[in-house]
């Protein structure tokens, strides 16, 4: 009988493991679609929200190996600091190349349930990538800072830039679809989304949710 077991928990995990891959596969083969797509529009606005979609596919694959990597299949459980760390590094080698932004990461080591990990990964994403977007204009140097850490019963996630900062009451650049979806992740995991200007300028942004 234990053998039976172990032979269909093995086949289990095999079966499991083709279907993330085929995820992966087809993963990529949107952002191909996408990516070409982008290229061959006339449509600058167009373009530029096939490439916004791109982005995102791509920040969903890399999520999804990390959260491969950093679960714990027993408990649920993943490591914030190598979830974290590891997935702010994918975003630097993606979109850091060629750009004179210095990067900081200082995230405490907790434990963290499997299900928070994908909104998790998604809001970093959008404030990394929008950081780059629109804080370090015409080639400007600068530094972007990931923190995590633990202050009782809930986590602090800040992402804090020194660019040219923001301006609250001017209309949002771009189209303000990234800020509804942090804002939209952030309840997904019972948090609260803010951003402001930093104390010695450049852009805050916090997310606060519980431990």
């Known amino acids: ?10 086949e289990t ?8 891959h085929r995820a992966r596969n087809d993963l990529q083969a949107v952002v191909s679609m996408l990516r070409l797509q982008a290229r061959v529009d006339t449509n600058s606005a167009v373009r530029a929200a096939l490439q916004a979609a791109e982005i995102r596919v ?8 990390r959260l491969d990597a950093a679960a ?42 499997a299900i928070h990990g994908k909104p998790l990964g998604l809001i970093l994403n959008e404030l990394v990538v929008n950081a780059l977007k629109y804080a370090f204009p015409d080639g400007r ?39 509804l979806l942090t804002r939209a992740l952030a309840i997904q995991i019972g948090g609260q989304f803010t951003i402001g200007p930093g104390d010695r300028g450049g852009t805050e942004c916090c997310l606060r949710w519980p431990a």
């Not at 995990?13 to 993330?20: D, H, K, N, S």
């Not at 800040?158 to 900062?165: A, F, K, Q, W, Y």
């Open 1 to 10: 009988m234990d053998l039976l077991v172990e032979l269909r928990f093995t």
């Open 13 to 20: 995990e095999m079966a499991l493991a083709e279907a993330i």
């Open 58 to 65: 791509t920040a969903l694959a890399s999520l999804n190996t």
């Open 72 to 113: 714990d299949g027993t408990n649920g459980i993943i490591d914030t600091a190598s979830f974290i760390r590891g997935l702010v590094l994918d975003l630097q080698a993606i979109h850091f190349e060629q750009r004179s932004i210095s990067l900081s990461i200082d995230v405490e080591s907790h434990g963290l349930i």
């Open 141 to 179: 140097r600068g530094i972007l800072s990931v923190s995590l850490r633990r202050h009782g019963n809930e986590y602090l996630l800040t992402v804090i830039d020194d660019g040219i900062g923001i301006d609250l009451t001017a209309p949002a650049k771009g189209t303000g679809l990234g800020t």
